[in-house]
């Protein structure tokens, strides 16, 4: 349940009821909007059964939450979260665009793609030092090499550095050398990764997987809050459906759908969804206009040398292309993307 606190209720009424849930063994989780502070009680409710809560001094009222998911759903928090990367707020009136080449090749690559996604205003240099990949046989990624390279680039430009981790080890590897965690769609119910990334604290970008529902995706998420990181943005990055025209269907339905039923931000990868550069532009434009707060969009120096993906990879003049439209876009919507093309 959540205990909605009145008000004008006070610190020390918020302490005492704090302190009465941790006592019976119960976890507390506060959540303090522009008006009023909500604490959300995990745990077993049989054993609040003899305790008066709404009788408690602050105490406006009890709501039981229905959903399983009781940490990434609105009842939990009604407002919606801004999670705070280095200084860049994702989920705030700024969409965030998130860019670079799938997989992390060389020096050489990763420096030129991360001056041209800066150029054009993305707040974020992606890149994959670990890959998993269908076959055994293709490019694995660099690792510990490719999170080096990664560091050296976000050294020269100033931009925030994303990147996936794959397992537990990736996980402590890649903590000292990234700014957020990715955890791609084969990995969206690793449960153990998942409650590794809650422990650790650091932001972290939650993609769906293919076959994954928005339910069972939010249930997923709440392995990572429940071990006490709320810092969960989540990526919509398409669906596995009947059809073969594009490599996923992007579920733009998902925007609205998961802005109804959590408060944590949402961006969209046109990348993965289209598995084709010529629709990422429209795909794009679409996903802001439904309400995503970003964009993270594969762009490559010479997609056509690319080890893995190469034709879901932007050229950087067509990502100049998709962030001045993005600010055109962001403008009529009330929102603001700083293109600096």
């Known amino acids: ?69 009781k940490l990434a759903g609105k009842t ?37 793609a991360a001056q041209a996604v800066k150029k054009a205003g993305a707040q974020f240099l992606r890149g994959g030092a670990f890959k998993p990949r269908t076959s055994p046989y293709s490019f694995q990624g660099l690792e510990e090499e490719g999170l080096k390279l990664l560091k050296e680039a976000k050294e020269a430009t100033g931009l925030l550095i994303i990147t996936e981790v794959t397992c537990e080890k990736a996980v402590e590897i890649a903590d000292s050398y990234v700014d ?13 990764l998942l409650r590794e990334i809650g422990r650790s604290k650091k932001p972290v970008l939650f993609k769906r997987g293919p076959s994954t529902t928005i339910d069972e995706w939010l ?4 392995y990572i809050m429940s071990e006490g990181n709320y810092n969960v943005v989540l990526c919509e990055r398409g669906i596995r459906t ?7 269907t992007l579920d733009i339905s998902a925007v609205p759908v998961v802005k109804s039923l959590s408060h944590l931000p949402i961006i969209v990868d046109p990348s993965h969804a289209a598995g084709k550069t010529q629709y990422i532009l429209p795909l794009s434009k679409a996903a802001i206009a439904a309400g995503a707060d970003g964009l993270i969009v594969e762009v490559h120096p010479n997609p056509k040398c ?11 003049d067509d990502f100049y292309d998709l962030c001045k439209d993005i600010s055109k876009i962001a403008e009529i919507l009330g929102r603001e993307f700083h293109y600096a093309g």
């Open 1 to 69: 349940m959540v205990i909605v606190m009145k008000p004008n209720s006070k610190e020390s009424d918020i302490a005492e009821i704090s302190k009465v849930l941790s006592s019976l063994g119960l976890g507390v989780h506060i959540s303090k909007g522009s008006e009023r502070t909500i604490i959300g009680v995990i745990g077993d409710k049989r054993k609040l059964a003899d305790v008066p809560l709404e009788l408690m001094n602050g105490v406006e009222k009890l709501v039981p939450i229905v959903e399983s998911y």
């Open 180 to 192: 957020m965690f990715q955890v791609g769609a084969r990995n969206v119910q690793n449960f153990q």
């Open 219 to 222: 249930n997923a998420a709440e």
């Open 306 to 316: 690319a080890l893995s993906d190469a034709a879901q990879q932007l050229p950087p």
């Open 76 to 112: 939990f928090r009604p407002e919606p979260s801004v999670i705070d990367v280095g200084g860049v707020k994702i989920g705030g009136k700024e969409l965030v665009v998130m860019a670079g080449p799938c997989a992390v090749e060389s020096r050489d690559q990763i420096m030129a």
């Open 242 to 248: 009947f059809e073969t025209a594009t490599r996923n």
